[in-house]
T-cell receptor, first 113, second 109 residues
Framework: EADIYQTPRYLVIGTGKKITLECSQTMGHDKMYWYQQDPGMELHLIHYSYGVNSTEKGDLSSESTVSRIRTEHFPLTLESARPSHTSQYLC????????????FGPGTRLTVL | RKEVEQDPGPFNVPEGATVAFNCTYSNSASQSFFWYRQDCRKEPKLLMSVYSSGNEDGRFTAQLNRASQYISLLIRDSKLSDSATYLCVVNTGFQKLVFGTGTRLLVSP
């Protein structure tokens, strides 16, 4: 089983609030990713990191930001949540040179009212 | 055109049936290929990597056809527990994975 955790698992919040979705992994993986997935749709990469102090935007434009101050921690922040941000957010990690296998956290299901 | 395309299904099959999924990818420079499984409202998990020579893991067989740019997954002797969405995943060469929409499989008794 992969040791990658996300909190909260479910979040219902009002428009305009600032939120941070937490993601931690204890496998020492260098690479970490954030995906957004709507029900029945494909995963879209919104942010990724190849190591500490490395962050890049993914293929899907997102108003969120990320930071990577520690190897094990890759939080995602929305400064002002909107209903259009309602979605599932999945964090993943990968060992550099690990054959591209990504391990996913359980996800955070976000609802913005 | 999407980088990775799959038939969304659902594929409804009885227990014991053999079912095959196909997936096409658009970037001929793609380097590695995978099938992930995603259960309803759960995270994706790696099912198997796909190698050029084809590979088998128990009841599951994966094949890659680089010339035609498609990947297949064959499931033999389907079990109820095989019901899930199967995601075709491609590393397009930019060190990022591109996920297909997934093909939903429903195995009934």
């Amino acid at each position: 089983e992969a040791d990658i955790y996300q909190t909260p698992r479910y979040l219902v919040i009002g428009t305009g609030k600032k939120i941070t979705l937490e993601c931690s992994q204890t496998m020492g993986h260098d690479k970490m990713y954030w995906y957004q997935q709507d029900p029945g749709m494909e995963l879209h990469l919104i942010h990724y990191s190849y190591g500490v102090n490395s962050t890049e935007k993914g293929d899907l434009s997102s108003e969120s930001t990320v930071s990577r101050i520690r190897t094990e921690h890759f939080p995602l922040t929305l400064e002002s949540a909107r209903p259009s941000h309602t979605s599932q957010y999945l964090c993943a990690s990968e060992h550099r040179g690990g054959g591209d296998e990504q391990f996913f956290g359980p996800g955070t299901r976000l609802t913005v009212l | 055109r999407k980088e990775v395309e799959q038939d969304p299904g659902p594929f409804n099959v009885p227990e014991g049936a053999t079912v095959a999924f196909n997936c096409t990818y658009s970037n001929s420079a793609s380097q590695s290929f995978f099938w992930y499984r995603q259960d309803c409202r759960k995270e994706p998990k790696l099912l198997m990597s796909v190698y050029s020579s084809g590979n088998e893991d128990g009841r599951f067989t994966a094949q890659l056809n680089r010339a035609s740019q498609y990947i297949s997954l064959l499931i033999r002797d389907s079990k109820l527990s095989d019901s899930a969405t199967y995601l075709c995943v491609v590393n397009t060469g930019f060190q990022k994975l591109v996920f297909g929409t997934g093909t939903r499989l429903l195995v009934s008794p």
